[in-house]
């Protein structure tokens, strides 16, 4: 396993946000972690890559315990994230935030910097706008340009898919497919499970700090339970989580 | 060539620009646009008050693009006259217009030139890393007692307590920064702003250092030279004759103004190197996100440590350099009112933008003393002064491009959803990192 999570627990203060998640990502595959607003998915990642400390559990990543490393370091091991509301540097031009993601690395960085202009030629066209100015589609393509350019193992996700309009959701979601095609891991963290589970191999449910399912994509898209909770299914009108269902791909301010 | 395609990209968008060159046409607009940022009430009058603040931005900018455009020598020769003019300051022509009411070159050393020197270090910690310091006298203070204490007590000199003044005001930047860093914003504001209390309340209670009447006879620098100008033309005509720059004694403001000044070029070479290296875009990406910058490999503690550190270092050479012309020092030189003085000239000159800061800290020392005939309706006047600024300039005298970007993402709300690009600040913005 790349990343083997286990049985890890997260507080915010006296609150319990991750009440013992465990889950696993195997080198090469794109698993998918989804659930309602406020289950626990950008903690999750958060404590993967040590913005939040953990109370409890474990994290071992390529065979290391990273559980107690800090932040920064965990870059140079190979963890890389698009953080949920994108963290662009608003001062920041593109090319800036591009050359701050490879912060890390030394050396060269002319190959990291075309292949993602590459994958995201808007991008290349946009170099020297600042960040902040940027449509939220664009800064989306940015942050994860900018992860990628740390050349990580992992690409940690945290819901790419917020605020874009449809079109763009499904441009953001088929370059997220290219960019495992090209041997990098993708951890995907989303509301928009429809989208989700169509590319990923495997997924996990989560649901207020615990996994309650995990199974293959193609099977949770069949799911009954999941469809009506998180695929705004045929069952009716599932209580709580359906209100959240329309902001997912409700087509917010950002448009391209 | 540079100089096209940073004229064509300019006239990209933005409105205050035709043919690549912001037009005076354009000023109008611009002012009502900054009025009409006011309530309703303010509104009438707030145009003709707009509009020298759209006048000085539309300078700023029209300077910053030409300077863009300027090879190394002109700049070179432009920081050599500003400092040949730095020279010529103290000369009485000078000082009859800046201060009728106080003496010019007393008031030039300090409180001109220290809190220049305060402003650009606490620049530092706020401006470029993001901090929000409200004890920044505090490291003044240690300072100034470094020089009282080892000046009378040990007989060192000025140069070696200078050295010594750096280096202990950083370690109690350190030893501040080590448990209060991994606060954010409104919890390390008030924690600073207790530890400026702390330094100045245990100065006052400890009777080894005067208790509170603090420490007199510190001894003055060494006399490095006897020189003297010359008698004659052009410096008679100058108003400089007689100065011993050198020789610093009791009577003579100026030659600590100059040691001021030559502390100040210093501070603002090391600063500028930094602010360009590996450190500087460490501190941007803080200021501008701290998770993300975490993210990108940024030891983020790290680099907030050595803001902090940095910062006290040279708050605390200017209190080395205070200490050893005022003679003798009390807690009292050391309250709140210069933190908040200081962080003032700070945000009205433009955070984060050295020449803004410089400026800044200038008028926040001098508006005070060049108003003193107005006896004590003068501190009124400073304020409002102050809060017409805050007004029409939220950004600051001098902003940089960078900050204005930075801070209309703030205004933006939740991150940027959107960002679309809106009035005349978004669209400077989008010229950042030419
Ligand atoms: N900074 C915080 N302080 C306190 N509680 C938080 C904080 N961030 C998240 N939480 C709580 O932790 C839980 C999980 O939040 P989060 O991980 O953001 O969920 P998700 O990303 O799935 O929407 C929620 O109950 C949320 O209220
Ligand atoms: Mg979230």
Redesign the interface.
Known sequence: MLLEINDIHVHYGKIAALKGISLEVDEGEIVTLIGANGAGKTTTLKTISGLRPLSAGRITFDGKDISRLAGHKRVLAGIGQSPEGRGIFPGMSVADNLHMGAYARKGDLSKELAEVYELFPRLAERKGQAGGTMSGGEQQMLAIGRALMAKPKVLLLDEPSMGLAPMLVQQIFSIIEKINERGTTVLLVEQNAQQALQIAHRAYVIETGRIVKSAAAVDLLDDPEVRAAYLGGDLGEPESIAADEPAATADGPAKD | MKTNESTR?RTNGSPTVTNGRPSFAALTPRARDLAGRLPAALRAPGLPLAFPFAVLGLVADLFRDWWGRQTGYVRWAIYGLLIVGALLLPSEQVGGFMSPYSDWAQLLFFPIGGYILLAIGLNVVVGQAGLLDLGYVAFFAIGGYTMAVFGTKFGWSFWEILVLGVLLSALSGVILGAPTLRLRGDYLAIVTLGFGEIIRIAARNTDYIGGPNGISGIPHPPTLSEWTVPESEPFTTLGLAGIAPLKYGALDGRPYYYLMLAAIVVTIIFVKRLESS?VG??W??IR??E??????????FKFKLAAFAIGAAIGGAAGVIYGSQATSIIPRNYEFIISATILAAVVLGGSGNLPGVMLGAFLVAWIPERIRGLQEYRILVFGGVLVLLMIFRPEGLLPSR??K??L??GT?G????????GGPT?HA??????
Do not use: F, H, I, Y
């Open positions: 990209e590996r875009r460490a941007a990406s501008e996100d998770d993300a910058a975490e993210l990108m490999g940024v030891p983020t960078r900050r970007a930075e209309a993402e933006g939740m991150g940027s959803l959107g960002a679309e690009v978004t913005a989008a010229e950042v990192g030419k």
